[in-house]
């Protein structure tokens, strides 16, 4: 298994422009999550998924949008970018987070610039 | 709102020392996770903890919780410099299916030959 796979490693991006982050599973997961990791910082939910067709706002989900329609793939879509937007995100996966074993496996990260 | 603290949140250390990270939160939670993040890589599960008490130990690290606190710490015995790495708890809230995770800040560990 690839496990948690995420497109492109780096971006860099003018202020006002769009674009797509690609986060794909392998693992058939329902449960698929976007994190920021801005530094010296803990990671923040930006948007989460319990299965396809079903997106939830997290704790910091505004300049974000986010689609779910399958299984393996949740892509963050990022409209008019803005600095306050550089950061490192992280895309994760779980089974589900109902039972005390599951756990989230995360993707490697896109490091993104907006200059 | 829930209010996950790490500290310390940079910590220095020799090798072969012992030290100890703290991780409180400020809700009720019945569970706790602890990730590694090595320098510009993805984070790793470390350890689920999942009741009061429980204690979970891999190598030199072990974790513990405390429900009733609302703590958890990670111990770091005899450290080594591949345990230099930044450690993130991670409280578990929600219900339903709309469980999540909520960070700490994390701790950097630096141990120094």
């Known amino acids: 298994n690839a496990g948690v796979t995420q497109t492109p490693k780096f971006r860099i991006l003018k202020i006002g422009q769009s674009m797509t982050l690609q986060c794909t599973q392998d693992m058939n997961h329902n449960y698929m999550y976007w994190y920021r990791q801005d530094p010296g910082m803990g990671l923040k939910l930006i948007y989460y998924s319990v299965g396809a067709g079903i997106t939830d706002k997290g704790e910091v989900p505004n300049g974000y949008n986010v689609s779910r329609s399958t299984t393996e793939d949740f892509p963050l879509r990022l409209e008019l970018a803005a600095p306050s937007q550089t950061s490192v995100y992280f895309c994760?996966?779980?089974?589900?987070?109902?039972?005390?074993?599951?756990?989230?496996?995360f993707g490697p990260g896109t490091r993104l610039t907006v200059l | 709102e829930l209010k996950v603290e790490q500290n310390p949140l940079f910590l220095s250390m020799q090798e072969g020392k012992n030290y100890t990270i703290y991780c409180n939160y400020s809700?009720?939670?019945?569970?706790l996770y602890w990730y590694r993040q090595d320098p510009g890589k993805s984070l790793e599960s470390l350890f689920v903890l999942l009741s009061n008490g429980a204690v979970k130990q891999e190598g030199r690290l072990m974790a513990s919780l405390d429900t009733k606190a609302r703590l958890s710490t990670l111990h770091i015995t005899a450290a080594v410099h591949d345990l230099s790495a930044t450690y993130f708890c991670a409280v578990v809230t929600g219900g339903g299916s709309n469980y999540k995770l909520t960070f700490g800040k994390g701790t950097l560990l630096t141990v120094n030959p």
């Open positions: 994760a996966s779980s089974y589900s987070m109902v039972t005390g074993t599951d756990t989230q496996y």
């Open positions: 809700t009720t939670s019945d569970r």
